[in-house]
Structure formats: C-alpha cells, structure tokens
C-alpha cells in the first residue's frame, strides 16, 4: 500500500538525480534548477513513474512539498 512518505522518497529520489543534490520539501523548484525545460522533462518521467496523467494544474506547483502533494493526491489507487 502506498503512503504519502512512500511518494515523498520517490520524488525525492527523483530530484536529486535531476539536479544533483539532495532538495529540501521547503525548496522551491526554482531553486534547485527546475526552469521550463526541466519542468517539462520532470513532467513526462513523473507520469511513467507514478503512472498517471499529470495536466497542467502542475505549472502551480512551487516546492518541492506541493510537488509531493499534488502527486500523491492524483496517484491511481
């Protein structure tokens, strides 16, 4: 069964292998260096990892700790 500490790790995981260090939940995107480009590349390989559809209602999204929720709310049960 999946948890909100469950997606926690994996998003997590997943951005610090993006920006090549470790993100507090409280760190903005912005300033670990997700621009644009990475926000979209982000998009595109949190979807096959969470298997989901993710719209654009992730453009809002600011920290890390919003990414964790706004994910974790839509993931498939």
Do not use: C, W
């Amino acid at each position: 069964m999946d948890n909100f500490e469950e997606t926690q790790a994996q998003v997590i995981e997943y951005l610090s292998k993006l920006v090549g260090s470790r993100p507090h939940l409280d760190d903005s995107l912005a300033m670990i260096g997700i621009d644009s480009v990475a926000m979209a590349e982000m998009t595109f390989e949190l979807e096959k990892r969470f298997a989901m559809k993710i719209d654009d209602e992730i453009l809002d999204v600011e920290s890390v700790r919003q990414l964790v929720h706004y994910l974790h709310q839509r993931k498939p049960a």
